[in-house]
């Protein structure tokens, strides 16, 4: 089993509030969850990763927080700039290929 | 900063035609991919590259589809008989192997080809 669900298709929010995007996967042998950011007309570029057996990484506005029990993780993104309005995947490595969710649209609104 | 290039960007064929899309790797890259996204839908992997030979498909890509190296730095993927739901977003990628840790990190994609077919 190799899904990756992202259940929320958009969210807006008020730049210099907290952006939460989510997560669920249904395989808990999944080893790292990466989450990638996606502009129009571009390519999916990597933004930040969490290895499945830590609950949390940080790298400045960005932290991810996974929770194995619940198969869960969640980006942070705070405090939101415009910039960051995007589409916003989370992934697995599953074989010898990344898994990709359907996505959420962030929009920040300044 | 190495990156994938693809060629060209957008694309426009008609039903029927083939269609090839153009990629180029990083050069110290082992494993090629092609992906695609269908308007408002997640990415979604077609076909993984190794050794010059297929290593892995999904149902999306059946007979129509086909991928070739053609030489050292080109990567191709060729749509024999495009169907109006071929229209997407198709990404390529590649992933270096051995020195990144997990290999989940390695991989880089190119900026895609919107293929609009009509």
């Known amino acids: 089993d190799q899904q990756v669900k992202q259940n929320s298709p958009s969210l807006s929010v008020q730049e210099g509030r907290i952006s939460i995007l989510n997560c669920d996967y249904t395989n808990s042998m999944f080893d790292y969850f990466l989450w990638y950011k996606k502009y129009p007309a571009e390519g999916p570029t990597f933004l930040i990763s969490?290895?499945?057996?830590?609950d949390k990484n940080e790298d400045g506005r960005f932290t991810v927080f996974l929770n194995k029990s619940a198969k869960h993780l969640s980006l942070h993104i705070v405090p939101s700039q415009p910039g960051d309005s995007a589409v916003y995947f989370c992934a697995t490595e599953y074989g010898n290929k990344l898994v990709f969710g359907a996505g959420t649209i962030l929009r920040v609104k300044s | 900063e190495p990156e994938v290039t693809q060629t060209p960007s957008h694309q426009v064929t008609q039903m029927g035609q083939e269609v090839i899309l153009r990629c180029v790797p990083i050069?110290?890259?082992?494993?090629f991919y092609w992906y695609r996204q269908i308007l408002g839908q997640k990415v979604e992997f077609l076909v993984s590259?190794?050794?010059?030979?297929?290593?892995?498909k999904s149902e999306i890509f059946d007979d129509q589809f086909s991928v070739e190296r053609p030489d050292g730095s080109n990567f191709t993927l060729k749509i024999r008989s495009t169907k109006l739901e071929d229209s997407a977003m198709y990404f390529c990628?590649?992933?270096?192997?051995?020195?990144?840790?997990?290999?989940?990190?390695?991989?880089?994609f190119g900026s895609g080809t919107r293929l609009t077919v009509v």
């Open positions: 969490i290895s499945s057996i830590k």
């Open positions: 050069s110290n890259h082992l494993y």
């Open positions: 590259f190794y050794n010059n030979e297929i290593s892995e």
């Open positions: 990628a590649s992933k270096e192997v051995g020195d990144i840790l997990p290999t989940a990190y390695g991989y880089t």
